[in-house]
């Protein structure tokens, strides 16, 4: 259980850092938040790949870690788009 949350903790910073990394053109999203929005998109992932059932499989679950980096993308891509709808006046 311990070694599962720091592998979330890490990887989740890691799909943070990378959705924060691909965003176009100025980023208004402070890393800290892309970080915690990939630790979030981590367990989302998880659930939603367990739902569809291919949250566990032999080897490296190839499906379930896309999903998850396709969750953390959507999400720093959204708090973006509100940090930036707010901020336009």
């Known amino acids: 259980m311990i070694v599962a949350t720091i592998l979330i903790l890490v990887v989740g910073a890691v799909f943070g850092v990378l959705a924060y990394l691909v965003m176009p053109g100025r980023r208004n999203v402070p ?40 969750l953390a993308v959507v999400g720093v891509a959204a708090v973006a788009g509100l940090r930036r709808s707010r901020h336009v006046t």
Do not use: K, R
């Open 31 to 70: 890393i800290w938040a892309a970080i915690l929005i990939g630790v979030v998109a981590m367990v989302l992932g998880s659930l939603l790949a367990n739902l569809f059932g291919v949250g566990d499989t032999d080897g490296v679950d190839w499906v379930e870690l896309l999903i998850q980096l396709v």
